[in-house]
């Protein structure tokens, strides 16, 4: 019981939609091998071509949802997990909750009905792979959903916290609510710079949230744009004071 709903993460949840596909689907949807991108409107017919498909794989992704299934795995113990995000009411986000409780972690969904599941193609070819997202539900999440009774109660629960830099773009409202808890109650909360992009179009809502993160996760790429953006000439010392 002391293990229990230990871990929170809140973040954009994404259902992978992994499939293998030849030289002409690539052609057809002008997608480039070993490549990571936002789907444009000539992309949208794809997730549903490839949901036809007989040999496809459904995974609950999305970067925090990622780190918060493999620490469940880690852990091995029921319910010392929980996510919060945002999904639409329709078949995706139904494989996306039973893929996330098939793996152990108690996700509670804000389910939007106007928007369907984010979802990310994973088109994979000769053992490279190509990753076109399009966040649609995950985008909607809002934070009179975080301060729900039977919500709040996870927060107050967990010990630890975890949410990606994506979801900055999303609710920096109820980043900031997880944030201030943690600082108030002496837990932990940690974050991710996430992409460079973060670092540098929401540096205002990533520099509210930076007081309050024990621990700051990044790459080599994201902790340069980090300092540049903040006008620093060495890395290695500033950002070990951030930790």
Not at 47 to 64: D, H
């Amino acid at each position: 019981m002391a293990y229990e709903g230990i871990l929170l993460g809140m973040g954009n949840p994404l259902l992978d939609i992994s499939l293998v596909v030849d030289e002409e689907f690539l052609k057809k949807y002008d997608i480039k091998l070993n490549n990571a991108i936002l789907a444009e409107e000539k992309h949208l017919p794809m997730y549903q071509e490839m949901a036809s498909k007989p040999n496809v794989e459904y995974i609950a992704g999305g970067a925090t949802q990622n780190s918060i299934k493999v620490a469940q795995w880690m852990l091995q113990i029921p319910g010392a997990t929980d996510y919060i995000g945002c999904i639409g009411k329709d078949k995706f986000g139904e494989e996306m909750k039973k893929n996330s409780k098939a793996a152990g972690v108690n996700v509670q969904y804000l389910e939007d009905e106007t928007a369907p599941t984010g979802t990310c193609a994973v088109c994979v070819v000769g053992g490279e792979r190509s990753l076109i997202a399009n966040l649609s539900a995950a985008n909607c999440y809002k934070s009179e959903h975080l301060k729900k009774p039977e919500n709040w109660a996870l927060v107050e629960k967990a010990k630890y916290f975890y949410i990606a830099g994506f979801f900055l773009t999303v609710s920096p409202e109820s980043i900031q609510l997880v944030a201030e808890h943690a600082a108030a109650k002496n837990k932990v909360f940690s974050m991710n710079l996430s992409a460079p992009f973060i670092c540098e179009f929401f540096k205002d809502a990533q520099e509210k949230a930076l007081p309050y993160m024990d621990f700051v996760f990044g790459n080599e790429t994201e902790a340069r744009t980090f300092s540049k953006v903040h006008g620093w000439e060495v890395i290695a010392v500033k950002y070990n004071m951030l930790l």
